[in-house]
């Protein structure tokens, strides 16, 4: 009776003849890593100015809000001074409206910054890997091909 050849085996002696390096995926992990940081810091710093901005509109805010508080003398008043308020109101938000607007674009052009100057690394790192698994496949796929022939005769 034939014996069932072990493929098991031959499996794993297959697999032992490719060597895999891990200095890659370390080195892609800390480059991600690096990547994510500095995506942090860029949301960071934006979160940091949109909330001077929301304080500082709200202290102003506040400010002129006091002025509507004071008791007026006329019933015109009354309207002058919400009149006034609202002119106010109204410069003062288009003005914290533009600031949020700059830090958006800040914002967009520092990580449009990150993103393609990430996009030419990770080329370079692939074309390095790819290089190397090339050779080392080759050098694999020779070895094994020996090991086979001496173990066919």
């Known amino acids: 009776m034939a014996k069932t050849p072990d493929f098991a085996k031959?499996?794993?002696?297959?697999?032992?003849?490719f060597p895999i390096d891990t200095s890659s995926f370390q080195e892609a992990f800390k480059s991600q890593g690096m990547m994510g940081e500095?995506?942090?810091?860029?949301?960071?710093t934006a979160a940091e100015r949109?909330?001077?901005?929301?304080?500082?509109?709200?202290?102003?805010?506040?400010?002129r809000m006091g002025e509507l508080a004071v008791v007026k003398h006329e019933p015109s008043d009354y309207a002058k001074s919400m009149t006034d308020f609202a002119s106010a109101s109204a410069e003062v938000a288009a003005e914290h409206m533009a600031a949020f607007?700059?830090?958006?674009?800040?914002?967009?052009?520092?990580?449009v910054d990150l993103m393609l100057t990430?996009?030419?690394?990770v080329a370079a790192?692939?074309?390095?890997?790819?290089?190397?698994?090339?050779?080392?496949?080759?050098?694999?796929?020779?070895?094994a091909a020996a090991a086979?022939?001496?173990?066919?005769k």
């Open 10 to 17: 031959t499996f794993q002696d297959m697999m032992a003849n």
């Open 38 to 44: 500095k995506l942090a810091r860029v949301a960071l």
């Open 50 to 63: 949109s909330t001077e901005i929301s304080a500082q509109w709200a202290k102003d805010t506040l400010a």
């Open 101 to 111: 607007a700059e830090v958006a674009k800040k914002v967009q052009m520092d990580t």
């Open 118 to 121: 990430a996009g030419k690394d």
């Open 125 to 143: 790192d692939a074309r390095n890997v790819a290089e190397t698994v090339v050779r080392d496949n080759q050098a694999a796929v020779k070895k």
């Open 148 to 152: 086979t022939t001496v173990a066919a």
